[in-house]
């Protein structure tokens, strides 16, 4: 189970921490990542960390977003800085096992006002 927190309203050009936590037992060899869903748009990937500490951020948030995970208290977070108005929306955590089963937690909505 993921249980996703920390989204709330913010003002552009402030900053926002979404915490996203897993309960159970998590094997070492899982991906870690966050997903952004806008008003009428597809879920997108914005950033990712894998077992072995690699990130990946999508473009548009790269240099303004920082994920990070705690392998030991199975959470992973994602520090949100100068945010704009098109960051707006819902972030579901999501814990992929193996490649192959996928865990998304309930999603935390932000909202960025001009």
């Known amino acids: 189970q993921l249980q996703a927190s920390g989204g709330g309203l913010v003002q552009a050009g402030g900053s926002l921490r979404l915490s996203c936590a897993a309960s159970?037992?998590?094997?070492?060899?899982?991906?870690m990542s966050w997903y952004h869903q806008a008003p009428g748009k597809q879920r997108k990937l914005v950033a990712l960390?894998?077992?072995?500490?690699?990130?990946f951020y999508e473009p548009s948030v790269k240099g303004r977003f920082a994920i990070s995970r705690d392998s030991a208290r199975n959470t992973v977070d994602l520090q949100m800085n100068s945010v704009k108005p098109e960051d707006t929306g819902i972030y579901y955590c999501?814990?992929?096992?193996?490649?192959?089963?996928?865990?998304w937690g309930q999603g935390t909505e932000v909202t960025v006002s001009s």
């Open positions: 960390v894998d077992s072995r500490g690699s990130r």
């Open positions: 999501k814990l992929t096992i193996a490649t192959t089963r996928n865990y």
């Open positions: 159970g037992d998590i094997p070492s060899e899982t991906d």
